[in-house]
C-alpha cells in the first residue's frame, strides 16, 4: 500500500485536507467519464503545481507515428494513442485582481474532495487565505450526465468571508492542449473555427491525419445568492481559445456562483458541418432543465446502474469501497451504447497504454457486461473484433501468413495493430485465444448460438489458420511447437513454447472444428455462406487437427506440473518472499535484462489456463501447479491478483483469497505499483468483480446449468450480488452458514448449489 489518505467510506471516495503530493494521484482516483467522454478530476480554476490535465472523447484518437532506433518489417507504423481533448471545464478565478491558486495560497483550510459512486458527481469545497488576505470559501460540484451524453455541468460557488471583494469569473475554453506522451511533439489539433453567442461558446477543431472533427461548447450564468444576474462580460477569444470574464462586487457572506455546462459533439455523431448549432441544441435543452434537474436525472441513472450492477458487503467498509470503486469506473468508461467503441485499459482516466482495445476485454471485461447488463452489451464486444476481422487478416498478412490467418491486434482503435513493443506486438498472440475464448464464453453463458453461425464461426476460422500457421513440426520431438512468443507472463519475452500459448491454441482449432460441424449440421445455409467465403476445405480441416491432436506441452515429471515454456527449471528458483523489499516493484528497480532471467512472473501465465479451463483439470492438479507457481508471481500486472483470489477460494485458501481480492479491488485506492496519477487500471476492474462472484460466489457453468459455491473470507458477515443469466435475473445473498436465492423473472430455474440442485421460482426466497 502507497496511498492511505483516501477516507473509507461504502459509497465515495472522500480526501480530506489538502496535500499537493496527492494531486494528480486524486485527479485519477475521482476521474469522471459517462461512456461518451471522461476527464480526469482537474480543478477548474488555475493550478501552477504538478497536475495532469486530462479530457477525452470516446472513439477520438490520433496515430503518432512509432518512434524506434531500428526498423523491423512488419513494425506497426504507429502507436493510436488516447487524445487530450480540448479542455471546457476551465474556470479562472480572480479576487482582487489576484488569481485563486491553491499551490500558492497563504493558506488552505477544510479541503475536501468527494467522488460520490452512488450517484455521480465529484464534489470540492475548502477555505483559502490569498495573498491580499480576503479569506473565501469555495464549494464545486460537477458530473458528467448518462442521460444527455455529450455534454457535463459544473457549478462554483466563492463566498468572501473576512471582507468584501471584486470576484471575477472566467470560465474558458482551450484548444492549445497537447499530449504528455507524444511521440515526435506532433501538433494532435487543428482550430477550424472560435465563436460566441450570448452566453454560448463554441471552438470547432479537428484532429490531423484522422481527421475527426470536434465541437467543444459551454454556456455559463453567474447568480448571487441564488438570484441569475443580467450582466455584461468581457469576451477574450485568441486563435485556440476563448474565455468569458464576469467581474462582480460581493459582499462579505454573499455567495457569488458560476454555472457552466459544457461538452463535445463531434462527427462520429453528427454531419461535421452541424457540429455548432447541435452543440446549440444540446447546451439549450441542459440550460432549459437546470444544474439540479440534470443532477436529479443522474441520480436516477446511476439507482438504475446500482440496481443491477451493485455488490453489497457486509462488516468491512475497505472491502465495500473497493468493489463499487471498480464497479463505478467500469460503468464510467463503457455503458454498451455505442457498439464502435470498446473498453479502453486506462479508461476516460489517462493517456498511457494508448488503444481503445486489449485482449483484457475478452479475457475480463465480457463476463462483467454478460452478467451485469443485457446480453446484447456483451454481443456488440463480440461484433466489435467481427467487424475488424479484414484488418486482423491484414495484420497476419503482414508477417508471412496466409489463407485468411487472422492475428488479431494487440492494441487498436481501428482493427491495425498499434501497438509498437516488438516483444508486446509479434510475440503476445495468445491474445487470439482470449478472442475465440470469449466467444464460447459467450454462448456458455448466455445460451444465444446465433451470433456464432452469424458472425462468430468467421473469426474462429481466422484464428484457428492462425494457430495451424504458427505452429511449426519439430523433428526430435515429434510434436507440434509454437517457438518465440511472449505469454500472459510479460517478464519472459521469447520464448518457446509458453504453456498457455499452445494450449490455448490447441483448445482455439479444436473449438473452431467442433463449432464447424455443428454449423454444417444445424446452420446449412450459414455454413454454406462461410465455407464459400472462407474457401475452407475438409483437407484444410485435417491439417488443423493434426496440428491439435499432436501439440507439445512442456511437462516437470520430477514436480508433476506444466512448465511455464521451455527452460524454466534452468532459472535460479528464488521465490519472491526471499526478495528483499526495496527491490520490489522489479519493474522499477532491475534492468529489463536481469528479470527476464529471473524467475519471476508478472501475473498469471500457467494459471490464466487452469483459471479459463478449470473444467479441464482436477482440483489437485490446480493446486500442485498453484503451489508451485503462485511463490514466483510478483503480481506487478493489474491482472494477476483477482486470478489468484478466485483460484484460492476454489482451493479454500480464503485468506490468500480475501488478501488478493483486497489487492484488486483496492490497487488504485492504495496505489500497490506506485503509479495511480498517469490513470486507473480500467480492465483489471472487472476482474475484481470476478474475485468475488466466481471467486467468494463460486459461480459457474456446469453442464449448462448455473452453478455456485459460495464461500465467506472471515472479515465478512456476508455478501450479495445480482446477475443477468439468460435473461433471468438472480440475486444472491451469502451469510455464514446459509445463502438465499431470489429470482426476478417468468419461470424456474435449476441451479446447482454446491454440487446439489436447486429449483428456485420467480419472486420466491430460496434459502440453501
Known amino acids: 500500500m502507497n496511498n492511505n489518505y483516501i477516507q473509507p467510506d461504502s459509497w465515495s471516495i472522500i480526501e480530506e485536507g489538502f496535500d499537493a503530493k496527492h494531486v494528480k494521484s486524486t485527479e485519477s482516483l475521482m476521474s469522471l467519464g459517462n461512456g461518451a467522454m471522461g476527464q480526469r478530476a482537474n480543478f477548474e480554476e488555475h493550478y501552477s503545481g504538478e497536475t495532469f490535465q486530462g479530457s477525452y472523447v470516446a472513439g477520438v484518437y490520433y496515430p503518432d507515428k512509432t518512434r524506434v532506433g531500428w526498423w523491423k518489417n512488419g513494425y506497426p507504423e504507429y502507436f493510436a494513442k488516447v487524445l487530450n481533448a480540448p479542455n471546457w471545464i476551465g474556470i479562472n478565478v480572480t479576487i482582487n485582481g489576484e488569481a485563486l491558486d491553491l499551490a500558492k495560497c497563504i493558506k488552505v483550510e477544510n479541503f475536501r474532495r468527494e467522488l460520490n459512486m452512488k450517484e455521480g458527481w465529484l464534489s470540492r469545497s475548502f477555505m483559502a487565505t490569498l495573498h491580499n488576505f480576503i479569506e473565501v470559501k469555495v464549494e464545486t460540484k460537477r458530473f458528467l450526465s448518462l442521460d444527455i451524453d455529450e455534454v457535463g455541468a459544473i457549478v462554483y460557488h466563492v463566498t468572501p468571508l473576512n471582507n468584501d471583494a471584486q470576484i471575477d469569473f472566467s470560465p474558458y475554453l482551450d484548444n492549445g492542449i497537447t499530449n504528455e506522451d507524444s511521440n515526435w511533439d506532433d501538433k494532435f489539433w487543428d482550430v477550424l473555427s472560435v465563436n460566441h453567442e450570448d452566453e454560448q461558446a463554441f471552438i470547432v477543431s479537428k484532429t490531423m491525419k484522422t481527421h475527426f472533427y470536434v465541437c467543444t461548447s459551454m454556456q455559463t450564468q453567474v447568480s448571487l445568492n441564488g438570484t441569475i444576474l443580467k450582466q455584461d462580460k468581457i469576451v477574450n477569444d485568441a486563435i485556440d481559445k476563448i474565455a468569458f470574464t464576469y467581474q462582480n462586487q460581493v459582499s462579505k457572506g454573499d455567495t457569488i456562483t458560476l454555472t457552466k455546462f459544457g461538452g463535445y459533439t463531434s462527427d462520429r455523431n453528427h454531419d461535421k458541418n452541424a457540429l455548432v448549432s447541435e452543440a446549440k441544441k444540446t447546451l439549450n435543452q441542459v440550460s432549459e432543465l437546470g444544474f439540479d434537474t440534470l443532477l436529479e436525472k443522474q441520480r436516477q441513472a446511476w439507482a438504475k446502474i446500482w440496481d443491477m450492477a451493485d455488490i453489497t458487503i457486509e462488516g468491512d467498509v475497505a472491502a465495500q469501497q473497493g468493489i463499487r470503486f471498480n464497479i463505478f469506473h467500469l460503468n464510467q468508461t463503457y455503458l454498451g451504447k455505442d457498439a464502435r467503441l470498446n473498453i479502453g485499459p486506462k479508461g476516460f482516466t489517462g493517456e498511457k497504454y494508448g488503444g481503445s482495445t486489449y485482449w483484457d476485454t475478452e479475457a475480463y471485461c465480457i463476463p462483467f457486461y454478460m452478467a451485469t447488463k443485457d446480453q446484447n452489451v456483451a454481443k456488440s464486444l463480440l461484433e466489435y473484433r467481427y467487424h475488424h476481422l479484414e484488418k486482423a487478416i491484414e495484420n497476419a498478412e503482414k508477417l508471412g501468413f496466409t489463407n485468411g490467418a487472422a492475428l488479431f491486434p494487440m492494441v487498436t482503435m481501428n482493427g491495425e495493430e498499434c501497438h509498437n513493443e516488438w516483444e508486446i506486438t509479434f510475440e503476445e498472440i495468445h491474445r487470439n485465444g482470449a478472442i475465440a475464448f470469449a466467444i464460447f464464453n459467450y454462448h456458455r453463458f448466455t445460451g444465444d448460438y446465433s451470433y456464432i453461425p452469424q458472425k462468430g464461426l468467421e473469426v474462429l476460422i481466422g484464428i484457428a489458420r492462425f494457430w495451424q500457421q504458427r505452429a511449426n513440426f519439430s523433428e526430435a520431438k515429434q510434436q507440434y511447437v509454437i517457438l518465440g512468443v511472449t505469454g500472459p507472463n510479460e517478464y519472459e519475452n521469447n520464448v518457446n513454447n509458453n504453456w498457455y500459448t499452445n494450449y490455448i491454441a490447441k483448445w482455439c482449432i479444436d473449438y473452431a472444428l467442433e463449432t464447424i460441424e455443428r454449423v454444417e449440421r444445424e446452420y446449412s445455409s450459414d455454413f454454406t455462406r462461410i465455407m464459400h467465403k472462407a474457401k475452407l476445405s475438409k483437407s484444410e480441416l485435417s491439417e488443423w487437427k493434426a496440428v491439435a491432436d499432436n501439440m507439445y506441452f512442456p511437462f516437470d515429471e520430477e514436480r508433476n506440473v506444466y512448465l511455464q515454456q521451455d527452460g524454466f527449471l534452468d532459472k535460479e528458483l528464488i521465490t519472491v518472499s526471499d526478495l528483499p523489499k526495496r527491490e520490489r516493484p522489479i519493474n522499477q528497480k532491475w534492468s529489463w535484462d536481469r528479470i527476464l532471467r529471473s524467475p519471476y512472473i508478472k501475473q498469471a501465465d500457467i494459471l490464466q489456463g487452469f483459471y479459463f479451463f478449470e473444467d479441464h483439470f482436477s482440483t489437485e492438479e490446480l493446486e500442485r501447479h498453484f503451489n508451485f507457481y503462485e511463490p514466483f508471481t510478483v503480481h506487478e500486472s493489474s491482472l494477476s491478483p483477482c486470478v489468484h483470489s478466485i483460484q484460492a477460494a476454489k482451493l479454500n485458501r480464503m485468506d490468500q483469497a480475501y ?110
Open 659 to 768: 488478501a488478493f481480492y483486497l489487492r484488486t479491488s483496492r490497487l488504485d485506492l492504495d496505489d500497490y505499483n506506485h503509479e495511480v496519477e498517469e490513470g486507473l487500471h480500467i480492465t483489471s476492474m472487472a476482474g475484481t468483480w470476478m474475485s468475488i462472484v466466481e471467486g467468494f460466489g463460486g459461480m459457474r457453468i456446469v453442464n449448462d446449468t448455473l452453478s455456485f459455491e459460495p464461500k465467506i473470507p472471515e472479515q465478512w458477515e456476508g455478501f450479495s450480488f445480482k446477475i443477468n443469466f439468460r435473461n433471468q435475473i438472480i440475486k444472491v445473498k451469502a451469510h455464514k452458514g446459509q445463502t438465499h436465492f431470489e429470482l426476478e423473472g417468468n419461470q424456474d430455474l435449476e441451479i446447482l448449489v454446491h454440487g446439489n440442485k436447486v429449483m428456485i421460482s420467480p419472486n420466491n426466497l430460496v434459502t440453501v
